[in-house]
């Protein structure tokens, strides 16, 4: 697929039935659209394609290791992208980021607790107790039809010096992508507090509105850099999450040699091939993803305006992301997820992500399928009224 200059060229992506794909084998054999994990159905940009294609014809498939090459272009994406400069030993590869996150977790295992943020991608309320840490849900507050931080209640909480904090940033599902003055808040109660920050920033290079522009947390200042542990990786983006390629960004030395260690011996290096694509992403791919970026905020408009309609759903438009997050808490049945299900439609449940009777759709599709799916919930919807 070129898709040079034209976002329509995303109106066509590959039918993923029967290829092993965690989206849509879940409802094989029935007749349920899957808009649920969070996964493209597009193809990757033609040089991803093209490095994958290179490297398996090769036919040697031993370990690797990063090449320098991706170092530079992962700290100039970082200079040029956020105007955030990076030096290459900061950087710590992983093979997912899920992973990560309960590295993070592992590195605070001393802590009181782990504070995070409701509703939440699910791996931040279940990461916690794989250390017999608590987790501390804090719901994040509406103003003016946009998430935020709950200041107050981060206020009126007790904290232990070495509590560690995770933010999303930008917010999966709410979608929020938090400013400089958001942050500035947040980086003046950690840093009064001592904590240690996590911020998964997988979602940074979606943001779909041009006037906004993606700040990664650690780039504010030094002293909040001094305590963060930042994540990236181009498998949101570049729709490469099957592959495995993800980094932890950590300025302080001290912090990235016990997050090292407590990876060391369970957490292997990202497969060899996965360093190409990751490569062929960052070097070629920015054409794509501009393309992309169009295409998605067209989705995301149509959605939004389509559920506006239904005066019993909620409809928050997102920042960033390709996904829809929808309170459902006002239709008149308890398990709305499960509803949808039985009428075609497959998302993810907010229960997941500590919001039951809340919905998350994945508009990461071709524009068809999701009208297909949006004229579904429409008719489930007049069904209820
Ligand atoms: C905020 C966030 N972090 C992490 C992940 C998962 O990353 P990985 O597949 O690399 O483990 C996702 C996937 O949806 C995500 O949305």
Redesign the pocket.
């Known amino acids: 697929m070129s898709t040079d200059g034209d976002s329509s060229a995303f109106d066509v992506a590959p039918c993923r039935i029967g290829r092993n794909s965690l989206k849509w084998g879940k409802y094989e054999g029935k007749d349920i659209l899957p808009l649920w ?3 493209m159905d597009f193809e990757s940009p033609k040089e991803v394609v093209e490095a994958a294609m290179q490297a398996s014809s090769f036919g040697n498939f031993g370990y690797g290791r990063c090449p320098d090459s991706l170092v530079d272009a992962v700290v100039e994406r970082c200079r040029i992208l956020y105007d955030w400069e990076i030096e290459k030993s900061w950087i710590v590869w ?8 309960n590295v993070c977790c592992r590195v605070c295992r001393d802590a009181s607790q782990v504070i995070t943020q409701t509703p ?2 699910p ?2 309320l279940s990461a916690p107790g794989n250390f017999d840490l608590v987790c501390t849900r804090l719901p994040m507050i509406l103003k003016d039809e946009r998430f935020t931080l709950d200041f107050d209640s981060l206020d009126e909480l007790f904290t232990q010096p070495g509590d560690l904090f995770m933010l ?1 940033h930008p ?3 709410v979608g929020t992508v938090f400013t400089r003055e958001e942050l500035a808040k947040l980086s003046n109660w950690i840093l009064e507090r001592s904590l240690v920050l996590c911020s ?1 920033e ?2 940074c290079d979606l943001i779909l509105d041009a006037a906004q522009k993606h700040q990664p947390f650690a780039s504010i200042d030094s002293l909040i850099a001094d305590r963060a542990i930042t ?1 990236m ?1 181009p ?2 983006t570049f729709n490469l ?1 099957g592959f ?3 980094y932890a960004i950590i300025s302080n030395g001290e912090l990235r040699r016990k997050f090292k260690r407590c990876m060391s011996g369970i957490v292997p290096d990202p497969p060899a091939m996965s360093f190409s694509l990751t490569e062929a992403a960052y070097r070629s791919g920015e054409g794509w993803r501009t393309n992309l970026l169009a295409y998605l905020t067209g989705n995301r408009n149509f959605a939004v305006e389509e559920l506006k309609k239904h005066s019993k759903l909620e409809v928050y438009s997102p920042e960033a ?1 390709y ?1 829809l997050w929808i309170d459902a808490t006002k239709l008149p049945i308890s398990n709305p997820h499960r509803y949808f299900e039985t009428k075609g439609v497959g998302l993810s449940d907010g229960r997941d992500f500590g919001a039951p009777g809340f919905l998350r759709l994945n508009f990461g599709c071709t524009r068809s399928l999701l009208q297909k799916a949006l004229d579904r919930m429409d008719h489930a919807l007049s069904e209820l009224s």
């Open positions: 994990v969070a996964d992983l093979p997912g980021m899920v992973c990560a996150l939440i991608y791996p931040f999303c917010h999966n599902p998964d997988i979602h994540l990786a498998s949101k999450p495995g390629c993800s992301t996904l």
